[in-house]
């Protein structure tokens, strides 16, 4: 037991007396109340607990935010904020074939066809003939994956057999180059006689060539520059431009005019045909 002093009248109390027998104030330590210091002492008791659970709830907050962050990287990146990529993003995780198609298409425009080569073959796998015809041409072109022909042809075929124009094409093309295929000219105009009927400029383009160089069907100008001629109708094809140039340079299929033959060749060259800007050089254009 130990005396302290009354810190209301200055009195001799003992410290375990609960009130001055002076005055009657209750004890105080350096004016706290003993209740007030008591209580202080529980909150400091209590204090770590209430720490250790904040913590808690800020490590939760930082790893959703981690995770969040994590999955928007790999979903897509940050130009990626237009409602037609998060439709399609949607809509390729739900396993819809023609979202996961325009997924892979949105991928491939910014080329990072590693990603787009994933969504094309998901959709491929669903039976839609544009992830067939594009996954196709990824691996003719080794694009995202290793370049193999015969993987190629797999899903041109797999397209072209629902009447995919694109693949059709490219399935007359590896025909007429023997990519993936025996070289075979006549499977070739097959091919591309169905892209071009449904009015594909590539193949009206290709088909014409076959016709002039006597590939597969017999030697044609004047069939040959009927396809020419539409492949430039109402869409821009620099090769079929540059076709037409040559055959008015030469007469075939047409009356000779090298003044038609420029025009053409320019128009080619507009398009970005290189060998058309070298028959303007040849011409003194």
């Not at 910014?110 to 959709?123: C, I, L, R, Y």
């Not at 995202?144 to 015969?150: A, K, L, T």
């Not at 072209?160 to 295929?181: I, S």
Request: one cysteine or more; aromatic letters at 14%; charged letters at 25%.
């Amino acid at each position: 037991m130990a005396i302290i002093k009354c810190a209301n009248c200055g009195g001799n109390v003992s410290d375990k007396a609960k009130a001055c027998p002076h005055c009657g104030t209750n004890i105080s330590f350096g004016n706290e109340d003993i209740s007030s210091v008591k209580k202080t002492l529980s909150d400091l008791e209590k204090a770590p607990v209430k720490k250790k659970r904040k913590s808690k709830v800020f490590l939760w907050c930082a790893a959703i935010l981690v995770f969040s962050f994590s999955l928007f990287l790999y979903l897509g990146n940050l130009s990626d904020w237009s409602s037609f990529y998060w439709e399609c993003l949607f809509g390729a995780i739900k396993g819809d074939p023609e979202a996961q198609y325009y997924l892979g298409e949105h991928y491939a425009d910014d080329e990072d066809f590693k990603t787009a080569v994933k969504w094309f073959q998901k959709a491929a796998d669903r039976g839609n003939a544009d992830a067939q015809n594009n996954l196709g041409f990824c691996y003719h072109e080794g694009q995202g994956v290793p370049q193999d022909y015969d993987k190629a042809v797999k899903w041109y075929q797999k397209a072209a057999d629902q009447g995919n124009a694109g693949a059709q094409n490219n399935l007359g093309f590896c025909y007429q180059e023997g990519q993936g295929v025996p070289q075979d000219y006549d499977e070739a105009v097959k091919w591309y006689q169905k892209a071009a009927d449904q009015g594909l400029a590539f193949a009206q383009n290709n088909l014409g060539f076959c016709y002039q160089e006597g590939q597969g069907v017999p030697k044609n100008y004047n069939e040959a520059v009927k396809w020419y001629l539409k492949a430039t109708e109402g869409y821009t094809q620099g090769r079929a431009e540059r076709h037409l140039g040559d055959c008015y340079e030469h007469g075939y299929g047409v009356v000779q005019d090298i003044t038609e033959a420029i025009k053409w060749y320019k128009k080619a060259a507009d398009d970005d045909d290189s060998e058309a800007r070298e028959a303007l050089k040849r011409l003194g254009y």
